[in-house]
T-cell receptor, first 110, second 115 residues
Framework: EDKVVQSPLSLVVHEGDTVTLNCSYEVTNFRSLLWYKQEKKAPTFLFMLTSSGIEKKSGRLSSILDKKELFSILNITATQTGDSAIYLCAVGGAGTALIFGKGTTLSVSS | ETGVTQTPRHLVMGMTNKKSLKCEQHLGHNAMYWYKQSAKKPLELMFVYNFKEQTENNSVPSRFSPECPNSSHLFLHLHTLQPEDSALYLC??????????????FGSGTRLTVV
């Protein structure tokens, strides 16, 4: 059965800290891995990764995929209170829709 | 606004009621999805539509009935729900079934409470 496992499930840090969120997966015919940020209700797209070892960056956020070890990490440097959210990892495989993990709830305190 | 609009934002219904959730997108996307988000669980895929044809029903109970009259609109008809059906129902769309660089676009969801 295809599955996506995220860790930790929740995390509390102070502003300015750097955090690393993890996503491991088992999926038939892997196609892509995506990260989303969910602040209130609508998850918003962050990154899509398809190739190993190629880092994607957007400001203080970056992500990389390891297709050999079947995981991805999402790094956030110099965290701000506005980074507080649920971070969702999803994987596209042989099926017609993305498979999601439970998410990591990040709380950044000032 | 994301370009995917869901109504209503909140819904409280009794177990004997019939109600419908609506999702609308004008992004020109061809695929639309219903997901259920419950506390401490992964987003659960419910239904997938591609070019208004249903391509996947993820073993969803018959008390949930989807309808896709065209590529821009998706409904979820609800009847005789159970309290455990209380959750956030998210609609999403994508250009194609295997999303490209921008993944899915999600709506803000309908928070459903069954009493």
């Amino acid at each position: 059965e295809d599955k996506v496992v995220q860790s930790p499930l929740s995390l509390v840090v102070h502003e300015g800290d750097t955090v690393t969120l993890n996503c491991s997966y088992e999926v038939t015919n892997f196609r892509s891995l995506l990260w989303y940020k969910q602040e209130k209700k609508a998850p918003t797209f962050l990154f899509m990764l398809t190739s190993s070892g190629i880092e994607k960056k957007s400001g203080r956020l970056s992500s990389i995929l390891d297709k050999k070890e079947l995981f991805s990490i999402l790094n956030i440097t110099a965290t701000q209170t506005g980074d507080s959210a649920i971070y969702l990892c999803a994987v596209g495989g042989a099926g017609t829709a993305l498979i999601f993990g439970k998410g990591t709830t990040l709380s950044v305190s000032s | 606004e994301t370009g995917v609009t869901q109504t209503p934002r909140h819904l409280v219904m009794g177990m004997t009621n019939k109600k419908s959730l609506k999702c609308e997108q004008h992004l020109g996307h061809n695929a639309m999805y219903w997901y259920k988000q419950s506390a401490k669980k992964p987003l659960e895929l419910m239904f997938v539509y591609n070019f208004k044809e249903q391509t996947e029903n993820n073993s969803v109970p018959s008390r949930f009935s989807p309808e896709c009259p065209n590529s821009s609109h998706l409904f979820l008809h609800l009847h005789t729900l159970q309290p455990e059906d209380s959750a956030l129902y998210l609609c999403a769309s994508s250009q194609e079934l295997l999303p490209g660089g921008d993944g899915y676009t999600f709506g803000s969801g309908t928070r459903l409470t069954v009493v």
